[in-house]
């Protein structure tokens, strides 16, 4: 089991940046593949990013490559996403998720935090 708790949401105006923080806790939490989604009022949820569980793998959604950083620290079982250039259509809720490495689904996730971006 692996318990996910999201923070760094807010408020910010367009062009600004956030980071968000994702901590992990539970068993040998450093051996799962990382990611993060958004999903926006009346929207499916996106992809945003992941990273695998040893750092040196990451990949992103089209709408925030080029924007958007993710990375970890395993020895503080954090995982987080640096979010620069924001936009307005940014604006989500931002879930934290793991898989096993040798899992091809996500089976835990956070109970997400709000990314509010004004234009």
């Known amino acids: 089991q692996v318990q996910l708790v999201e923070s760094g ?3 910010v ?3 600004g940046s956030l980071r968000l923080s ?3 806790s ?3 939490s450093s051996t799962y593949d990382m990611g993060w989604f958004r999903q926006a009022p009346g929207k499916a949820r996106e992809f945003v990013a992941g990273i695998s ?3 040196g793998s990451t990949s992103y959604g089209d709408a925030v490559k080029g924007r958007f ?3 970890r620290d ?3 079982n954090t ?3 640096q979010m620069n250039s924001l936009r307005p259509e940014d604006t989500a809720v931002y879930y934290c998720a793991a898989r096993h490495r040798v899992s091809s689904t996500y089976g835990y996730w956070g109970q997400g935090t709000q990314v509010t971006v004004s234009s």
């Open 69 to 71: 950083t993710i990375s």
């Open 26 to 28: 539970g068993s040998t």
């Open 53 to 55: 569980w040893s750092g």
């Open 74 to 76: 395993n020895a503080k």
């Open 79 to 81: 995982v987080y996403l």
């Open 9 to 11: 949401g807010g408020l």
């Open 13 to 15: 105006q367009a062009g």
């Open 22 to 24: 994702c901590a992990a």
